[in-house]
Structure formats: structure tokens, C-alpha cells
């Protein structure tokens, strides 16, 4: 495999964040919630990072998301990513309240990003893989 392909920067799977990977193939985004405390959380993780619990469960999102914070990459730092140019990555929360870094996709200028911008979920898959991004909504 090409060092420089998006493939060779596929996500690496365990047995906790599987579940994870494998609901966004399905079309689903899902977080991590604490059945002690109640707290919502995103990336996958073992125990409740509120109150280390190790009592969670999936859930499912509703797709809806307000952007939080975003950088616009004018050069690629990897070749995987030259094509981009230029790209956005955001800080997105979750209507539910989980944060995770995603792209929001399907705009032409990135000058119309603001605080607190609506956001909808549309998954895509790049290099074989289901990815969470987001579209304005």
C-alpha cells in the first residue's frame, strides 16, 4: 500500500471503539453515555471520563451538531491530503453533547463558517471507511 494514500491512514480498531466504526458503515453516528452520571462523550473510551464509571452505554445520535471551533489548512502536511487544499477541520458538538474533530463539507467559501453554526450529519466514506462529517444545516 502507498505510505501516501488516505487508506494508509485508516483508523486503528480495538474491542471498544469497533462498535463505533462499525454503526457509522451501518449510517449511524454513535456515542459512549454513562448510566452512573449520565454523561455523553466522543472518542470511545473505557470508562466515563465524568466519573470513571465503567457502566456505559451506545447511543444514538440525531445528526444534528453546532460547529465549535475550525482551522482552514491552506498546505497539506501529508500527501494524502493535497487534493484538499483548502480544507477545514472543525470541532463539532453534538446535539446530545459529545464533542468530536470532524470537516464540515459542502461549502465553497470557508469565510461563511461562524460560531455556533447549525450543522446535519452526512457520513462518507474515503478509503473505505465511514466517516462522520458535517454539512451546514
Request: charged fraction near 20%; glycine fraction near 6%.
Amino acid at each position: 500500500m502507498d505510505e501516501h494514500t488516505i487508506e494508509s491512514l485508516a483508523p486503528e480498531r480495538d474491542a471498544i471503539n469497533s462498535p463505533y466504526w462499525d454503526s457509522l458503515a451501518q449510517g449511524r453516528l454513535t456515542y459512549q453515555c454513562c448510566n452512573a452520571c449520565h454523561k455523553a462523550w466522543l472518542p470511545p473510551r473505557s470508562e466515563c471520563p465524568g466519573c470513571l464509571s465503567d457502566d456505559w452505554a451506545w447511543k444514538e445520535a440525531s445528526g444534528q451538531a453546532k460547529l465549535i471551533s475550525w482551522v482552514v489548512y491552506h498546505i497539506a502536511y501529508h500527501k494524502a491530503f493535497e487534493h484538499r487544499v483548502p480544507y477545514n477541520v472543525a470541532v463539532v458538538e453534538l446535539a446530545e453533547g459529545p464533542r468530536l474533530i470532524s470537516n464540515v463539507v459542502g461549502i465553497e467559501d470557508h469565510e461563511s463558517l461562524v460560531i455556533d453554526q447549525p450543522l446535519q450529519l452526512r457520513i462518507e466514506t474515503e478509503g473505505g471507511v465511514a466517516l462522520p462529517r458535517f454539512v451546514l444545516a
